[in-house]
């Protein structure tokens, strides 16, 4: 039940598109769901994140789609850049404990 | 801001030797901090969780005893690895909670070699 399911493992998208990760939840108790990209060798990064009262949220090219009644959250990365080649980790908690990560989605965007 | 500092961002020592590593917030004050634990092309393991002044809460599997962790103050917290072998290399990344915050702010890594 803590557990958070995060696909696809890898992702290529071609400069401009769209990347679309996506991450599902069994713990209703869960309220916070952050996003973190990874660059090799580096520490995760806070990206973006949402609370389960907001539907979707939107910070520049990056957004959280959020669906409570089907316990799944994914991210949208418009006109994606080779700079966002990293890894993205979703993850979730509740009351600011700790963090459940998702697998991981390796994103390459080529040129 | 909420910038967190690891030191050192690489080691590399012989096998059976104690490797200490610092995680401080720079610019926050940080009731809680996690330790985590990456191996290659996997996601971040946590291996403990300090609050300070308190004991560290360390998670199933994890030996106390060999990872040794120190919440000293609001903005330090020390991971020592004890005699450290081959196997405990890996990437160690930590993590600081603001004070009356939930978002979680990750240093830059350290990587442990053990020769």
């Known amino acids: 039940q803590q557990q958070v399911k995060q696909s696809p493992q890898s992702l290529i998208v071609q400069k401009g598109g769209i990347s679309i990760i996506n991450c599902a939840y069994e713990?209703?108790?869960?309220?916070?769901f952050p996003w973190y990209q990874q660059f090799p060798g580096k520490g995760p990064a806070l990206l973006i994140a949402?609370?389960?009262?907001?539907s979707e949220k939107k910070e520049g090219r990056f957004t959280i789609s959020f669906n409570k009644s089907a316990k799944q959250f994914s991210l949208h990365i418009m006109d994606s850049q080779p700079g966002d080649s990293a890894t993205y980790f979703c993850?979730?908690?509740?009351?600011?404990?700790?963090?459940?990560f998702g697998e991981g989605t390796q994103l390459t965007v080529n040129p | 801001g909420a910038v967190v500092s690891q030191h050192p961002s690489r080691v590399i020592c012989k096998s059976g030797t104690s490797v200490k590593i610092e995680c401080r917030s720079l610019?926050?004050?940080?009731?809680?901090m996690f330790w985590y634990r990456q191996f290659p092309k996997q996601s971040l393991m946590l291996m403990a969780t300090?609050?300070?002044?308190?004991?560290?809460?360390?998670e199933q599997g994890v030996e106390k005893d060999k990872f040794l962790i120190n919440h000293a103050s609001l903005t330090l917290s020390t991971l020592t690895v004890t005699s450290a072998h081959p196997e405990d290399s890996s990437f160690y990344i930590c993590?600081?909670?603001?004070?009356?915050?939930?978002?979680?702010?990750f240093g830059p890594g350290t990587r442990l070699l053990v020769l």
């Open positions: 993590s600081a909670t603001p004070l009356a915050g939930e978002t979680q702010y």
């Open positions: 713990n209703t108790a869960f309220d916070y």
């Open positions: 949402i609370r389960p009262d907001v």
């Open positions: 993850a979730a908690s509740f009351s600011g404990s700790r963090l459940t």
């Open positions: 610019d926050f004050q940080a009731t809680t």
């Open positions: 300090s609050n300070e002044g308190s004991k560290a809460t360390y």
